[in-house]
């Protein structure tokens, strides 16, 4: 896909429920082009097809989200190309498309074919987000969860919806993080949920320096919700195995440990 290999895309993704809708509008707001159709929740709606079918196949190819593409299957990396360029076939903006505005979109799903993107936009830049874990183990967003968890773990998910959750986020986030840093090196970037919400934190300043958009305005995007520390209203014995589900050394690399 040689149309594809100067474009320098931004991708933000995450787990579900994590506030990718408020980053790519922050991102939008200082001069991201972002391709139509789009629902509701800011994703992209050309490239629902792609991550339906491929991140779904290949998880069950892999049962990781840190996988070389150059080890999937001759067919399926065939496969991945087309669907790839047929949900690009004129989708930039015109801004994009002329080089006069950085292109870029927002999907949470996009975290499960990040080597895939990162081997057809050799420009690519990754924005990944995280909420702390324990918090999300509590979410109502389970859509991420009830359709890989089995594809990840090769096993039906646990009864307790809090320690499927938490389990999900520690593994996901953790391999996402790895093969960004390995594929993308000083072009990924982790944003964490909460510092996005404290405004004395240099975090979103730092990010929209690092993408190199043309403006700098992140104030009054993000503010904490009622939600943030949730986790911490249950009971002890609760609480502790949703730690352990998540994941000491997961909840560690993010920050929240």
Same mark, same amino acid.
Request: hydrophobic share 50%.
């Given at each position: 896909?040689?149309?594809?290999?100067?474009?320098?895309?931004?991708?933000?993704?995450?787990?579900?429920?994590?506030?990718?809708?408020?980053?790519?509008?922050? &991102?939008?707001?200082?001069?991201?082009?972002?391709?139509?159709?789009?629902?509701?929740?800011?994703?992209?709606?050309?490239?629902?097809?792609?991550?339906?079918?491929?991140? =779904?196949?290949?998880?069950?190819?892999?049962?990781?989200?840190?996988?070389?593409?150059?080890?999937?299957?001759?067919?399926?990396?065939?496969?991945?190309?087309?669907?790839?360029?047929?949900?690009?076939?004129?989708?930039?903006?015109?801004?994009? $498309?002329?080089?006069?505005?950085?292109?870029?979109?927002?999907?949470?799903?996009?975290?499960?074919? &990040?080597?895939?993107?990162?081997?057809?936009?050799? @420009?690519?830049?990754?924005?990944?987000?995280?909420?702390?874990?324990?918090?999300?183990?509590?979410? =109502?967003?389970? @859509?991420?969860?009830?359709?890989?968890?089995?594809?990840?773990?090769?096993?039906?998910?646990?009864?307790?919806?809090?320690?499927? $959750?938490?389990?999900?986020?520690?593994?996901?986030?953790?391999? $996402?993080?790895?093969?960004? @840093?390995?594929?993308?090196?000083?072009?990924?970037? &982790?944003?964490?949920?909460?510092?996005?919400?404290?405004?004395?934190?240099?975090?979103?300043?730092?990010?929209?320096?690092?993408?190199?958009?043309?403006?700098?305005?992140?104030?009054?995007?993000? $503010?904490?919700?009622?939600?943030?520390?949730?986790?911490?209203?249950?009971?002890?014995?609760?609480?502790?195995?949703?730690?352990?589900?998540?994941?000491?050394?997961?909840?560690?690399?993010?920050?929240?440990?």
């Amino acid at each position: 896909m040689k149309s594809l290999s100067n474009l320098g895309a931004i991708v933000v993704g995450g787990t579900g429920g994590s506030g990718t809708r408020v980053l790519a509008g922050l &991102l939008a707001a200082n001069g991201m082009a972002m391709p139509e159709p789009r629902n509701s929740a800011e994703d992209w709606l050309g490239l629902q097809r792609f991550l339906r079918l491929w991140s =779904k196949r290949i998880l069950a190819e892999t049962a990781s989200l840190d996988y070389r593409f150059e080890d999937l299957p001759r067919a399926m990396r065939r496969g991945v190309e087309a669907d790839l360029a047929a949900a690009f076939d004129g989708a930039l903006p015109a801004a994009a $498309a002329s080089g006069a505005a950085p292109f870029g979109w927002k999907n949470p799903r996009s975290i499960f074919v &990040l080597p895939a993107l990162a081997h057809f936009l050799p @420009r690519l830049s990754f924005v990944h987000l995280v909420r702390d874990g324990r918090d999300m183990a509590l979410s =109502k967003n389970d @859509r991420q969860n009830s359709l890989y968890f089995e594809l990840l773990f090769g096993e039906p998910e646990p009864e307790d919806a809090r320690l499927s $959750a938490a389990r999900f986020w520690g593994r996901a986030n953790l391999e $996402a993080m790895a093969a960004g @840093r390995r594929l993308l090196g000083t072009r990924y970037h &982790l944003v964490r949920f909460e510092d996005a919400c404290d405004p004395a934190s240099p975090a979103l300043p730092g990010l929209v320096a690092a993408l190199g958009l043309p403006r700098s305005e992140t104030a009054g995007f993000f $503010a904490a919700p009622e939600s943030a520390g949730r986790w911490r209203g249950l009971p002890p014995d609760e609480a502790a195995a949703v730690v352990a589900a998540a994941g000491p050394a997961a909840l560690a690399a993010f920050g929240y440990a």
